[in-house]
């Protein structure tokens, strides 16, 4: 086998769909009618999956942090709001992708400030990004509502025919089909050869540059994708709570995703969904043990996340599995090797 | 044009107040290299260092604010040792993520340990009110402030200019390697600077109680205002956060005096268009390393 | 390849979040559960404490067995946030069955609730937010605590009175400050008073000074300020600190800025501050003296107008389960709620029957000194005051 082929035959071998993924998405789906009485608290992890799922995209795939991805959030979640409460886009379906292309459009124009410079001036160009625009939410409090947020939000059925009930049985239903069929694309994206390209400038941008991948434009396409993804989560945000406050800009918020996404691991798309299930579980648990005190112990397991690091934190979560699969299987092949260090 | 100059005072006042805040971030941001969005919470340990030697133990303020300085530096130096030297080394993803979670934990603490209430700071009644120069108020406190910061600036820049220890730094700074194969023990001179910048945002925070008010949510409220101070002064001196607090300070009293409504937006817009204007800051090194 | 181990480790963690889901817990029947959703961390933290603190004190005092039911109080934190409110509600109606959900730091996460609250058929106790509209959007919704045009058309008759004829306004710029700043302008203005500066502050404000300086170069009378509970120290400090009391500029507002909790902090630049409240902690009644001092025992701070709302909104609970007869039914329990009147700390009060509003004494009070330390005094009261806001309509 030349060193291409054998390659492509990997890369083709990893685009497979494996039994786990599609019972992680039964599991998913299980879940619904397994706990019928908990779809608000369902639909935000739904949410919040996508929302890290958008910033894997940046971070796991290109290696571009950042500090301030609920610039984009927010921007889906206002737009998805106004579209509703003045009765422009009364379809929520159709509201949703415009609020998210409304979120791509500003993924776009900033991603010319974000892809240049070093991780530390995108920290700090993505924070101050979301914290202009919580400034301008503030300012702008005839359109926003301000710090009271929008009131009166009403969504209509989608489609016509599937109205949003009280206990958040459709929009849940709604949220994990966007999820789905968001994370199918992602899937194909990856997993393509713009995928593979990016992946190549995440490792060493000078070397990708070398073999002829245009980064800039790479990073920017994937910037913009990202964002339009977090649009989405925000406008979803916006259409199953009917509200739409300044929070959605908040430090926070972003600050809460990259532990999301970290806990999950980074690079292999379903980190952020995982994560998502369970930051909002340990979020939970905290909550219940201590109401004040909550953060204490979230501030403590990131903090612990990374002095013990994540490589060797993941390698102790995968030990159970690969001694199963070395019993079992016995097949070298198998045993994981943790994600690297680092974006 | 009283009311000017008396805004002039007053966003004087508040830069410098951000500079001894944030000015031990300059040290590790800057020229460590470390993004260490946990500074804020130094601040706060030293301003309620200070608020509970007065309030409850009836020291003077003034025999208080060293002691908000040392508890700050202990409290940097036993964290430096335990935690953050491993991290030196990390991505800054890494960084951000350990310092976020050290926020949240130092908020948390502070609650339970003090509650949430805000917390002041009994004043002296001597450095209460405000006197008239030919008709421009001058706030006591305020002028206070302007006098220890000020001082400490000169201070600060002396100590790095012209001893031993401040060309050791600045040594330890630009090349560890080389520093280390002269002799120099740069560990040890990263902690003490790193002790002496948690000592000096103590120092601030028990300062600042009075002015911007004390509650456990304080390091999340002001990481941004101490990362633009950094950010856009670059990291080459002291002199250029010192700048970029006063501009901070005096922009930020003064878009609030002349155009209430606008307030923060007019800083964040300018620090992104000095980030993409110059990345490394107004008075940054032209490239770092 | 990792793929196939990643697998599995989704598995594991798949099994534990199921496992986690699971833990359910299951339902009493002779107990009354009160889910409690109150701001315990973020900005409003304070409210949230003081609330939570009065209704811990309350069930003290007061057992927590009331016509055969055990009371049971499952307090969830929402930091303010009006997405959280909605589904702590979610879980505490569906998955816990309580019977009521109190508490409401803010207007949005009391509105945010109502819905459900009508859904679920279960009161919802405000014992904090207070914009007016509030109760009108569910009819499940019974308020505790006050409502801003309560207390501040009362100071704007009250300064026209007293002759004050010039005043510069400082807001916070959200719902209760917007409703606290249009009644009172209503009332000042039909009394021949002039608005001589505006200016809204946002809600998350470090530094009030250069809003001060704009007061002061205004030249009022006095300045009307309302802040939420909390900031009030932090503006009165800087009030002192640019001489506004020197320049004779009075302050003058609802009671939120002479918060008692931070009113002994602010230091003497307070004294001489006119409000009107619906509560001071120097009230001068047995019940409320008996209720300070055993706050003050048990927490080792004063109670504000916060921890009062929470109080009463507890005794109310109590009451009408005492009425129904320890019928848990949430239309009954309204019902028994309305039109209930008892004695407060805050001084006599009653439920509107048609509004589920509550009806209260406002008092107008000066900042003055009680043994040595620093109180609202009340020298003035207004009776059964209803909410402004609905009368009109």
Avoid at chain 3, 108 to 125: H, M, N, W, Y
Avoid at chain 3, 241 to 267: F, Q
Wanted: aromatic share 10%; proline share 4%; net charge positive.
């Amino acid at each position: 086998m030349t060193a291409q082929a054998d390659i492509g035959f990997h890369a083709r071998r990893h685009a497979r769909w494996h039994a786990g993924e599609i019972a992680f998405w039964l599991l998913a789906l299980a879940c619904a009618f397994a706990f019928p009485s908990r779809y608000l608290i369902m639909t935000e992890i739904v949410r919040l999956g996508l929302f890290a799922l958008s910033i894997d995209l940046i971070l796991g795939y290109a290696g571009i942090v950042s500090l301030g991805h609920a610039a984009f959030f927010g921007i889906g979640a206002y737009s998805a709001g106004l579209l509703a409460l003045h009765g422009i886009i009364n379809e929520p379906l159709l509201a949703l992708i415009v609020a998210g292309l409304g979120a791509a459009v500003l993924g776009f124009a900033t991603s010319f400030l974000v892809i240049r410079g070093v991780d530390l001036t995108r920290l700090m160009v993505t924070l101050g990004i979301a914290l202009l625009l919580e400034a301008l939410a503030e300012r702008y409090s005839d359109i926003t509502g301000g710090t009271d947020g929008l009131q009166g939000i009403e969504m209509q059925p989608i489609l016509g025919l599937f109205a949003f009930d009280m206990f958040g049985r459709t929009g849940f239903f709604y949220s994990l089909a966007a999820l789905f069929l968001l994370f199918l694309l992602a899937r194909r994206v990856v997993h393509s050869p713009f995928g593979l390209s990016l992946r190549a400038i995440k490792n060493n941008p000078l070397r990708a540059a070398a073999i002829g991948i245009p980064v800039h434009k790479r990073l920017i396409a994937i910037y913009t994708l990202a964002a339009f993804y977090a649009g989405i989560a925000g406008a979803l945000f916006t259409q199953t709570t009917a509200l739409a406050s300044l929070d959605v800009f908040a430090f926070e918020r972003s600050a809460d995703l990259l532990l999301v996404l970290i806990i999950g691991g980074t690079g292999y798309l379903y980190g952020g969904l995982i994560g998502a299930v369970v930051f909002r579980m340990l979020q939970e648990l905290f909550s219940i043990i201590t109401p004040q005190y909550w953060q204490f112990w979230i501030g403590l397991v990131l903090v612990v996340i990374v002095m013990v690091g994540r490589g060797r934190l993941h390698r102790w979560v995968l030990w159970a599995p690969n001694w199963l699969i070395a019993r079992l299987g016995g097949r070298k092949a198998a045993v994981a090797v943790p994600e690297t260090e680092g974006p | 044009m009283t009311a000017v100059l008396t805004n002039l005072f007053d966003g004087i006042a508040y830069g410098m107040l951000l500079f001894v805040l944030a000015c031990g971030l300059a040290v590790t941001l800057g020229l460590m290299n470390f993004v260490n969005l946990a500074h804020g919470a130094f601040a706060m340990t030293g301003g309620y260092v200070c608020a509970v030697l007065v309030n409850q133990f009836g020291w003077p303020f003034f025999a208080a604010l060293p002691l908000a300085f040392i508890s700050s530096a202990v409290v940097g130096i036993v964290l430096e040792r335990l935690l953050y030297r491993h991290l030196y080394t990390r991505s800054h993803l890494d960084q951000v993520l350990f310092s976020i979670g050290l926020v949240f934990m130092s908020v948390a603490a502070v609650d339970y340990i003090t509650g949430s209430q805000r917390v002041f700071i009994k004043l002296p009644s001597m450095l209460e009110g405000q006197f008239d120069v030919l008709g421009v108020g001058v706030g006591r406190y305020r002028l206070l402030i302007v006098v220890i910061c000020g001082l400490l600036t000169a201070t600060l820049q002396l100590v790095l200019a012209r001893t031993r220890f401040g060309s050791r730094l600045r040594a330890a700074v630009d090349d560890p390697r080389a520093a280390s194969g002269l002799g120099i023990n740069v560990p040890q001179v990263f902690a003490f600077t790193f002790a002496f910048g948690c000592g000096l945002a103590g120092l601030g925070g028990a300062l600042s109680a009075e002015i911007l008010g004390l509650d456990p949510y304080f390091p999340l409220k002001f990481m941004i205002y101490f990362l633009i101070v950094v950010t856009v002064g670059g990291s080459s001196s002291i002199t250029g956060p010192f700048l970029a607090s006063l501009l901070l300070g005096i922009g930020d009293v003064a878009g609030k005096y002349y155009v209430p409504k606008m307030g923060p937006f007019v800083i964040y817009t300018l620090m992104i268009v000095i980030l993409i204007w110059r990345p490394n800051g107004l008075f940054g090194r032209t490239a770092m390393r | 390849m990792f793929v196939q181990a990643r697998k599995l480790s989704r598995w594991m963690l798949g099994a534990i979040a199921v496992g986690t889901l699971a833990l359910a817990p299951a339902r009493a029947e002779d107990s009354f559960k009160i889910g409690l959703i109150l701001p315990m961390t973020g900005g409003q933290a304070s409210t949230g404490k003081q609330i939570d603190n009065a209704i811990k004190l309350y069930m003290q005092q007061h057992g927590d067995t009331i016509a055969g039911k055990k009371i049971e109080v499952i307090l969830k934190d929402d930091a303010a946030l009006p997405d959280k409110t909605k589904t702590a509600a979610q879980e505490l109606i569906v998955s816990e069955k309580v019977n009521a959900i109190a508490g409401f730091g803010v207007t949005p996460a009391a509105l945010a609730a109502a819905p459900l609250a009508t859904q679920g058929k279960i009161p919802e106790i405000v014992m904090a937010a207070g914009t007016s509209i509030i109760t009108e959007k569910s009819p499940y919704i019974v308020r505790t605590s006050f409502t801003l045009p309560q207390s501040s058309t009362i100071i704007g008759d009250w300064a026209v009175k007293n002759g004050i004829k010039k005043v510069a306004t400082l807001t916070s710029d959200y719902a209760p400050g917007n409703d606290a700043l249009t009644s009172f302008k209503e009332h000042f203005a039909a009394g021949g008073g002039e608005i001589v500066e505006e200016v809204k502050v946002p809600l998350a404000n470090p530094d009030f000074a250069p809003f001060l300086q704009r007061m002061k170069d205004a030249k009022p009378d006095a300045m009307f300020v309302f802040v939420p509970a909390g900031q009030g120290g932090n503006f009165m400090k800087q009030y002192a600190e640019r001489g506004l009391d020197k320049a004779g500029i009075k302050v003058i507002g609802p009671g939120d800025v002479m918060d008692d909790d931070l009113l002994n902090g602010m230091g003497d630049a307070a004294l001489g501050a006119v409000t009107a409240h619906i509560y001071s902690a120097a009230h001068p009644s047995q019940a409320n003296k008996d209720f300070v001092a055993a706050y003050k025992k048990a927490f080792g701070n004063r109670p504000g107008f916060m921890a009062v709302g929470g109080y009463d909104g507890i005794h109310l609970i109590y009451e009408a389960l005492k009425k129904t007869g320890g019928k848990t039914d949430g239309d009954a329990l309204v019902a028994a709620m309305k039109g209930m009147k008892w004695e407060s700390p805050r001084g006599p009060i009653s439920i509107d029957p048609d509004t589920r509003d509550i009806v209260q004494n406002v008092y107008i009070r000066k900042v003055g000194k009680v043994d040595g330390e620093l109180y609202n005094v009340e020298f003035e009261t207004f009776e059964a005051v209803k909410d402004p806001g609905k009368v009109k309509k």
